[in-house]
């Protein structure tokens, strides 16, 4: 059974840094293109950032250059380092897999005050 558990949402300043986690369990994430996506209030969830089993990344234009997805083999975790944030980065994160039909986390509140 895939599970994905993501963490290191909370509440920061703009300008300020936060790190989100996102534990798999059930498949090897190195085998698998993991992404991070993100819902806004009232909005449609969008991708922000994607890393290939091959280790390519790709990042949605509003976070290039702030923020950096990567991944632990070791851990089976992947992580999106998000510096310089801004008020319009406030959202909910997920992280999902894509496999299958894919799958995904439960989300991880992010909340950034101007």
């Known amino acids: 059974q895939v599970q994905l558990v993501e963490s290191g949402g909370g509440l920061v300043q703009a300008g300020g840094s936060l790190r989100l986690s996102c534990q798999i369990s059930g498949i090897t994430a190195s085998r698998v293109a993991t992404g991070w996506h993100r819902q806004a209030p009232g909005k449609q969830r969008e991708p922000v950032a994607l890393?290939?089993?091959?280790?390519?990344?790709n990042y949605a234009d509003s976070v290039k250059g702030r923020f950096t997805i990567s991944r632990d083999n070791t851990k089976n975790t992947v992580y999106l380092q998000m510096n310089s944030l801004k008020p319009e980065d406030t959202a909910v994160y997920f992280c999902n897999v894509v496999v299958g039909s894919g799958y995904w986390g439960q989300g991880t509140q992010v909340t950034v005050s101007s």
């Open positions: 890393i290939t089993s091959g280790g390519r990344i």
